[in-house]
Nanobody
Framework: QVQLVESGGGSVQAGGSLRLSCAASGYTSSTYCLGWFRQAPGWGREAVALIDKLDRTSTADSVKGRFTISQDNAKNILYLQMNSLKPEDTAMYYC??????????????????WGQGTQVTVSS
C-alpha cells in the first residue's frame, strides 16, 4: 500500500522560504513517478513540480525559478524547496505518486496516490 506523508508546511512572510518533505513507502521507488501539487481555496488542484528517476525535473511556469523539486532515493523522500514565496503560493501542498507509464515529467498524467497535504500560508 502506497503511503505518502508530507511535512514542512507553515506560515511565512512574502519573500521567505520553506522546504517541504514527503516520506514515501509501500512501493518500489524505481517503478513510480512522484510530484508535488497544490490546491488553493476555491481553485482546482495544480501540478507544481515533477521529477523522474534520472532526477530530471519539470516545474510549472508559476513557480519556475523559485521552487525546486528533488529526491533522496535511498531514503524514499521527496522534497520541494520553495524560495521567494508569494501570497499567491498560499495553498495546501500535496505529494503524489503514480505507476511509471510514459514520462514522469508529463503534466497531463493523472496521479492516484496522495498524501494528506501540508498547509503553506504566505502573508504580504
Amino acid at each position: 500500500q502506497v503511503q505518502l506523508v508530507e511535512s514542512g508546511g507553515g506560515s511565512v512572510q512574502a519573500g521567505g522560504s520553506l522546504r517541504l518533505s514527503c516520506a514515501a513507502s509501500g512501493y518500489t521507488s524505481s517503478t513510480y513517478c512522484l510530484g508535488w501539487f497544490r490546491q488553493a481555496p476555491g481553485w482546482g488542484r495544480e501540478a507544481v513540480a515533477l521529477i523522474d528517476k534520472l532526477d530530471r525535473t519539470s516545474t510549472a511556469d508559476s513557480v519556475k525559478g523559485r521552487f525546486t523539486i528533488s529526491q533522496d532515493n535511498a531514503k524514499n523522500i521527496l522534497y520541494l524547496q520553495m524560495n521567494s514565496l508569494k501570497p499567491e503560493d498560499t495553498a495546501m501542498y500535496y505529494c503524489a505518486a503514480r505507476r511509471w507509464v510514459g514520462s514522469c515529467l508529463d503534466f497531463s498524467q493523472g496521479y492516484n496516490h496522495w498524501g494528506q497535504g501540508t498547509q503553506v500560508t504566505v502573508s504580504s
